[in-house]
């Protein structure tokens, strides 16, 4: 993974256009906006996300935040409300993440959610991540561009030294002005500071007119929300071969597989068929084996999210 030639773009219009050029072909292009810079992807190609998870080194699928040009391209991702639509007239664009429920049948690769049925989305204020949204005209996912468990970057700097020779570009536009992530409010129920950030809390309670709620425990763990989708059916991992009474969900080369995450035995494949397919094979009641996915690079995330999916329910 760490074979590319990363570029380093100047933040004119002929380094934006490259980079939504980048973004067109799938590729991840590090983009400044005014909180960190974030590793950007096109959100509707599932490919792209999962190299977006590949690049990080994250053990797990996080969901990730969809950057849009404006308030209206956003509303059409989710069921819009009064809560948001007065946040989003005051703060946006600006260092304001708004988790909403998410609307049936987008073109998002459910990677983006990580298969919640919620969506964050922010409209940056950086005038170079603006002009670069504008110029791909689609939903961009863009978590911090960041090794996980690393400190999020402020500088194009910050972002080659540990992201080279993963990623396609850099869109540098010097340092972030803001500098730490963005707050993130919930609101699928109550209002809820789901994370501080660049935004403070008492500006977003006096435009609401209301307190906001806390979140308990971290929000970094979506498997653990008791919304999170797991299949209906049983679910039998490192499974060497398909029994009769089961479908197979496959990895790799195997015969009889009834779906096959990769034939090929491609993580990246893998990783962005997953979700989709963990859909598509439960029936609610035929048990699921699936065939074994080895530990390393996305593996990691994906069988996370296969052992929850075949943990005991209650
Ligand atoms: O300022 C920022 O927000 C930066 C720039 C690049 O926009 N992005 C950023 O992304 O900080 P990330 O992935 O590092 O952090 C996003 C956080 C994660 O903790 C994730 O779990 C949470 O947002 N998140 C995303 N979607 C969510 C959802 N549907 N429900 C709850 N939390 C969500
Ligand atoms: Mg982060």
Known sequence: MNDLTTLRLAADPDGIARAAAILRAGGLVAMPTETVYGLAADATNGQAVARIFAAKGRPRFNPLIVHLPDAAAAQAFVHWSDAAETLARRFWPGPLTLVLPLREGTALSPLVTADLPSLALRVPAHPVAHQLLQEFAGPVAAPSANPSGRISPTTADHVAASLSGRIEAILDAGPCGVGVESTIVGL??????????????????????????????????PGQLSSHYAPGASV??????????????????????????SPAGDLV???ANLFAMLHAIDDGETPIAVSPVPETGLGLAINDRLRRAAAPRD
Do not use: M, Y
């Open 269 to 271: 494949e893998a990783a």
């Open 236 to 261: 039998r991992l490192d499974a060497a071969e398909k029994r009769p009474d089961e479908k197979l969900l496959g990895f790799g080369p195997v015969p009889g597989a009834d779906l096959n995450l």
């Open 188 to 221: 699928t129920g109550t209002p809820t500071l789901l994370r501080p950030g660049g935004l403070a809390r008492e500006e977003i309670e006096s435009a609401l007119g209301l307190s906001l709620a806390d979140h308990a425990g971290p929000i970094t763990a």
